[in-house]
């Protein structure tokens, strides 16, 4: 549990800054979600460098405390400080100034958030070497991060409050109130957890980054699984804002506020049902391995994606709710393994090179998963725009706009989601592989 809360700030700063930066800064203070997108994509890009090079330092980082827990704690108090200072742009401010303001912040936050989030990461795939420990371990975390769907929705709602003179006075007050937290939620992490691995460690001969990189690359269990993560970031997020289009405009034919009031019902019920089928998901992993598992629920996605397409009825909405309890499992299941998973190639990787280097896997992993959700979010435009559908037109679109919406929407993640399942079909350390890894490297370490 004190590993898993440390999941909450770190999900502040990934999905968090994306949910609140469009309302904020487009809603609220116009700047064009053209621009917001450009600072998000030159801040993956920043990244890019900050990731590899927080987990190659943190690999060789030599400290009394440990090579992660002391990173953890520096970048906890650093994103405290760089969090609220998003929200602090001046109201009067726009253009040019308003974008570099942004563009600052945002670049010294994620600078700071890459020395928390680096390392925590790590911090999981080392914890424990058993597999099914692993399982059950980022179960717990799994849970915990469900916590965030019931907070971030809720941050531009509560700063519209009428207690605040403004919509930017709320966010600034939510802004150092969220900033607490992120040093609040990581003390048990660093209090009570234990790195493994530090003592072995800090014997091991000190790797290059670039040397270091060159060896991640090389390394084919990993590119497999980053494969599998990028087929399932895109087929989920690429076209998952459609569904609030499909809402709107097909299930309750333009009215909008029906139409978002019932996406937030089924987003409740999709989060509730992920939290009930975490522990599930864990149970079978152990009985039946993680690799047949994650395998089901990459073809439960497939299912549910397109079951989309009709459960997303005009005359029964409250069908979709079927589409979230088939999709909720098969994604919340499919993060529950997937870390596990990267442990495992940790464990490929010392038994190959004889070294742990768990900050490089995290921060390459990390890195490219960030990149491609930002490539997404610019892609998502573009594909609303292909369809024909254009918001200014209301209730009276182009015949058959909506139905090329509802098709993407249903047929792409699983389109995607399939891209997945081949590489998890061809994926080489299957679950008695990784058994017998384990025993291997126990019995060479002594």
């Given at each position: 549990?004190?590993?898993?809360?440390?999941?909450?700030?770190?999900?502040?700063?990934?999905?968090?800054?994306?949910?609140?930066?469009?309302?904020?800064?487009?809603?609220?203070?116009?700047?064009?979600?053209?621009?917001?997108?450009?600072?998000?994509?030159?801040?993956?890009?920043?990244?890019?460098?900050?990731?590899?090079?927080?987990?190659?330092?943190?690999?060789?980082?030599?400290?009394?405390?440990?090579?992660?827990?002391?990173?953890?704690?520096?970048?906890?108090?650093?994103?405290?400080?760089?969090?609220?200072?998003?929200?602090?742009?001046?109201?009067?401010?726009?253009?040019?100034?308003?974008?570099t303001y942004f563009l600052v912040t945002m670049l010294l936050f994620y600078t700071a958030f890459t020395i928390y989030g680096v390392p925590y990461l790590t911090l999981g795939y080392e914890i424990t070497p058993d597999p099914n420990e692993r399982v059950r371990l980022h179960a717990v975390r799994a849970v915990v991060s469900k916590l965030t769907f019931f907070i971030l929705p809720w941050v531009f709602a509560v700063a519209q409050w009428p207690i605040f003179e403004s919509t930017m006075e709320?966010?600034?007050?939510?802004?150092?109130?969220?900033?607490?937290?992120?040093?609040?939620?990581?003390?048990?992490?660093?209090?009570?957890?234990?790195?493994?691995?530090?003592?072995?460690?800090?014997?091991?001969?000190?790797?290059?980054?670039?040397?270091?990189?060159?060896?991640?690359?090389?390394?084919?269990?990993?590119?497999?699984?980053?494969?599998?993560?990028?087929?399932?970031?895109?087929?989920?997020?690429?076209?998952?804002?459609?569904?609030?289009?499909?809402?709107?405009?097909?299930?309750?034919?333009?009215?909008?506020?029906?139409?978002?009031?019932?996406?937030?019902?089924?987003?409740?019920?999709?989060?509730?049902?992920?939290?009930?089928?975490?522990?599930?998901?864990?149970?079978?992993?152990?009985?039946?391995?993680?690799?047949?598992?994650?395998?089901?629920?990459?073809?439960?996605?497939?299912?549910?994606?397109?079951?989309?397409?009709?459960?997303?009825?005009?005359?029964?909405?409250?069908?979709?709710?079927?589409?979230?309890?088939?999709?909720?499992?098969?994604?919340?299941?499919?993060?529950?393994?997937?870390?596990?998973?990267?442990?495992?190639?940790?464990?490929?990787?010392?038994?190959?090179?004889?070294?742990?280097?768990?900050?490089?896997?995290?921060?390459?992993?990390?890195?490219?998963?960030?990149?491609?959700?930002?490539?997404?979010?610019?892609?998502?435009?573009?594909?609303?725009?292909?369809?024909?559908?254009?918001?200014?037109?209301?209730?009276?679109?182009?015949?058959?706009?909506?139905?090329?919406?509802?098709?993407?929407?249903?047929?792409?993640?699983?389109?995607?989601?399939?891209?997945?399942?081949?590489?998890?079909?061809?994926?080489?350390?299957?679950?008695?592989?990784?058994?017998?890894?384990?025993?291997?490297?126990?019995?060479?370490?002594?």
């Open positions: 549990m004190s590993f898993a809360l440390g999941t909450l700030p770190f999900n502040f700063g990934g999905a968090g800054i994306t949910q609140i930066t469009f309302p904020i800064y487009n809603l609220t203070l116009g700047m064009s979600p053209t621009l917001i997108g450009i600072v998000m994509a030159i801040v993956r890009l920043w990244d890019g460098f900050t990731d590899p090079l927080m987990g190659s330092y943190s690999d060789n980082c030599r400290h009394r405390w440990g090579r992660r827990r002391p990173f953890i704690a520096l970048g906890a108090i650093l994103c405290a400080i760089t969090f609220p200072l998003i929200w602090l742009v001046p109201s009067g401010w726009g253009g040019g100034m308003a974008f709320g966010m600034r007050t939510l802004g150092f109130v969220i900033g607490g937290l992120f040093v609040l939620l990581a003390v048990p992490t660093v209090l009570f957890t234990r790195e493994r691995m530090a003592k072995r460690a800090a014997v091991q001969q000190k790797i290059p980054l670039v040397q270091g990189l060159k060896l991640t690359f090389r390394n084919r269990p990993f590119l497999y699984l980053v494969g599998i993560v990028l087929g399932m970031l895109v087929g989920t997020n690429l076209v998952s804002y459609l569904g609030i289009y499909v809402n709107s405009y097909h299930v309750f034919d333009g009215d909008t506020a029906a139409g978002a009031a019932m996406h937030a019902k089924a987003q409740m019920v999709y989060a509730v049902a992920g939290m009930i089928a975490v522990p599930i998901i864990a149970r079978l992993a152990m009985r039946f391995g993680k690799l047949t598992v994650i395998r089901w629920c990459i073809g439960c996605g497939i299912v549910a994606s397109v079951s989309q397409f009709w459960l997303f009825s005009n005359a029964h909405p409250q069908l979709q709710y079927l589409s979230m309890l088939m999709l909720s499992p098969s994604i919340s299941g499919f993060w529950v393994l997937i870390d596990p998973m990267k442990a495992d190639t940790a464990d490929y990787d010392e038994l190959t090179s004889g070294a742990r280097r768990e900050g490089t896997y995290a921060a390459v992993a990390n890195w490219m998963e960030k990149t491609i959700l930002t490539g997404t979010m610019l892609l998502s435009g573009v594909v609303l725009d292909l369809s024909g559908f254009d918001a200014k037109l209301g209730t009276e679109q182009p015949e058959g706009a909506m139905f090329v919406v509802r098709l993407t929407f249903a047929t792409v993640p699983a389109i995607l989601l399939l891209v997945s399942l081949v590489l998890a079909l061809r994926y080489p350390l299957k679950d008695d592989r990784v058994s017998g890894m384990r025993a291997e490297l126990e019995a060479r370490r002594g």
